[in-house]
T-cell receptor
Framework: ETGVTQSPTHLIKTRGQQVTLRCSSQ?????VSWYQQALGQGPQFIFQ???????GRGNFPPRFSGLQFPNYSSELNVNALELDDSALYLC?????????????FGSGTRLTVV | AQRVTQPEKLLSVFKGAPVELKCNYS??????LFWYVQYSRQRLQLLLR??SRESIKGFTADLNKGETSFHLKKPFAQEEDSAMYYC??????????FGKGTRLHILP
């Protein structure tokens, strides 16, 4: 059984560019959620996908968008990057519909916007 | 408003002493609470969840709905407990709201 893997591990982008981050969920998990963790802060919920549909969203602007694929892997896309988007982006997977389960987290992608 | 508050950014405790990491929440529905831990250079991982009523690595946490708290406790701290601890709330629509975290430092 594999865990959650994220790619790339580090990324540097210029303000105004677009970025795509990738996440492979843990085997058997059908729900993926994304979080932004700024330095010194707790993770902040961006959105969640369940069986390829967005089923929850936090307070992030529309330039943050995502996809979930039939194999339950996922992408986070951020358009028109701003300096404040610099953060660690975490992906977590779980088995949706079962309140007994917590989330399994990836190691994250550290995005730096310059 | 849905919120998780961890009032202490840093907590230093001597080895062998009791540990209590505080967590308070604000949520209008029936909450589901978790504690996550992040050891140095490792990924965030689930420590325990209130519905399981379990003890993991000697840690326990009891949900107190009257005080809207979910404090994490351990009777005797060990050096390997040094880590970042996050309290988290799962809402009815499956969002997870994290606190800002408490860094636990166990002194020898």
């Amino acid at each position: 059984e594999t865990g959650v893997t994220q790619s790339p591990t580090h990324l540097i982008k210029t303000r105004g560019q677009q970025v795509t981050l990738r996440c492979s969920s843990q085997s058997g998990h059908n729900t993926v959620s994304w979080y932004q963790q700024a330095l010194g802060q707790g993770p902040q919920f961006i959105f969640q996908y369940y069986r390829e549909e967005e089923n929850g969203r936090g307070n992030f602007p529309p330039r943050f968008s995502g996809l979930q694929f039939p194999n339950y892997s996922s992408e986070l896309n951020v358009n028109a990057l701003e300096l404040d988007d610099s953060a660690l982006y975490l992906c977590a997977s779980s088995l949706g519909g079962s309140k007994a389960y917590g989330y399994t987290f990836g190691s994250g992608t550290r995005l730096t916007v310059v | 408003a849905q919120r998780v508050t961890q009032p202490e950014k840093l907590l230093s405790v001597f080895k062998g002493a009791p540990v209590e990491l505080k967590c308070n929440y604000s949520y209008s529905g029936s909450p589901e609470l978790f504690w996550y831990v992040q050891y140095s250079r490792q990924r965030l991982q689930l420590l325990l969840r209130h519905i399981s009523r379990e003890s993991i690595k000697g840690f326990t946490a009891d949900l107190n709905k009257g005080e809207t708290s979910f404090h994490l406790k351990k009777p005797f701290a060990q050096e390997e407990d040094s880590a970042m601890y996050y309290c988290a709330l799962r809402t009815a629509d499956d969002k997870i709201i994290f606190g800002k975290g408490t860094r636990l430092h166990i002194l020898p």
